[in-house]
């Protein structure tokens, strides 16, 4: 029984005449570290033959594509194809010219794909250009590798003078503000029983005032550094960063009548006195924005399918559905009774800073309907420490 084969395209049985008769064509095909080839007839202007690699490459089976040049340019980058029409332009008047440049090309599913297209004019025995060979490499993974690179550079770049202008800033700040604060008391002690109850009044804003503006400067500050500081982290238990944090807030959580139920907590890789004060801005908030009825906290250990979690649960006044969503935001404050509620809305952002400077994360859970609980998400082993910030 006779096998019968698929006709070939009548360029591809010209290349594998061209590749047996022609050292130069293997050598070029040898040195391409291939993912594609093409063979264009630039009498015809639009034959071309491409092989599967080529299409592969792209997204597309063989058999979906026609063997035209106009479909490879329909799917490069406008700006690449200007700069390829012009290399082979100029290859075409001087082969000491390469045609060999990176271009993007459209994949099927909608992504991009950089290639590297190099290819040498075959002229006639006249000298006349009338066939192209050229080659495709895939420099996806180099490309995004380099831009990843660059990227990461730029940003310690603007890490770094973000650093620095906010301590200039909260320097420059902080220094009219304190003056505010001493001639505002000077003025008081220089006037004394002469100042009338509105004055004094005035004179409490301002100082009051200044003293709210220098914590805030203070509180930028410190979320400045601890964005750029360098994380020491450690095997910790948690039991003790949260023992810690109990400590330090021992008179406000007696004050609260507050009940503490604390679960088991495994060891987690961290820097203890970050990961205190985490705990201890999430245990403050429970107190601080507790109902009428006796306030009860309850920290525990989580297992699920993502990994481990924190959870810190109170049954306080809770928060609002539409502030889900910016709670983590620098100074941003949900009450505006400063008497009741003091602050200066900065806990949870300084939270969130410690947590993802872990590698962590950490949110509300918004399936409660009845107080709040705060979830963080912290690295168990130094491992998992380092992937996450990688």
Not at 107 to 123: A, D
Request: proline residues 3%; contains cysteine.
């Amino acid at each position: 029984m006779t096998e019968i084969r698929p006709q070939r395209h009548y360029l591809e049985e010209e290349l594998y005449k061209l590749v047996r008769q022609d050292e130069r064509i293997f050598g070029f095909l040898q040195d391409g570290s291939l993912d594609g080839v093409w063979y264009a007839d630039l009498l015809d202007g639009d034959a071309e033959w491409m092989s599967p690699r080529y299409k592969h490459l792209l997204g597309y089976a063989d058999d979906e594509v026609e063997n035209r040049s106009s479909w490879w340019k329909e799917r490069m980058h406008p700006d690449d194809l200007r700069e390829s029409e012009e290399n082979f332009r100029l290859h075409v008047r001087d082969p000491a010219h390469p045609y060999d440049q990176i271009v993007r090309f459209r994949h099927k599913n909608g992504s991009t794909v950089w290639v590297r297209c190099r290819g040498i004019v075959i002229r006639d025995d006249e000298g006349k250009p009338v066939r192209m060979l050229g080659a495709h490499t895939d420099v996806t993974d180099l490309k995004m590798a380099d831009e990843l690179v660059r990227a990461n550079a730029e940003l310690t770049d603007r890490n770094e003078a973000l650093r620095r202008f906010a301590g200039i800033v909260s320097h420059d700040l902080q220094t009219p503000m304190r003056h505010v604060s001493i001639y505002a008391g000077l003025l008081r002690e220089e006037l004394g029983d002469s100042l009338n109850g509105a004055a004094r009044d005035y004179l409490e804003v301002i100082e009051r005032g200044a003293l709210q503006m220098r914590r805030m400067v203070q509180s930028l500050l410190e979320y400045s550094r601890l964005a750029y500081a360098t994380v020491r982290a450690e095997p910790t238990a948690l039991s003790e960063v949260v023992a810690d944090a109990l400590a330090l807030l021992d008179v406000q959580i007696r004050e609260a009548g507050a009940t503490i139920t604390v679960g088991a907590l495994p060891e987690v890789y961290g820097e203890r006195t970050l990961l205190v004060r985490l705990l201890q801005n999430l245990i403050a908030n429970a107190v601080k924005y507790r109902s009428e009825r006796p306030l009860e906290i309850r920290i525990d250990g989580v297992e699920t399918e993502d990994g481990f979690h924190l959870a810190i649960t109170d049954n306080g006044i809770g928060i609002a559905p539409a502030n889900r969503d910016i709670i983590f935001e620098m100074f941003r404050r949900l009450h505006r009774d400063e008497k009741t509620y003091e602050g200066l809305g900065v806990g949870l952002a300084i939270s969130r800073q410690i947590a993802e400077s872990h590698g962590g994360r950490i949110w509300l859970d918004t399936t409660r309907e009845e107080g709040s609980c705060f979830c963080v998400a912290l690295p168990r082993t130094k491992a998992e420490f380092e992937a996450r910030r990688a």
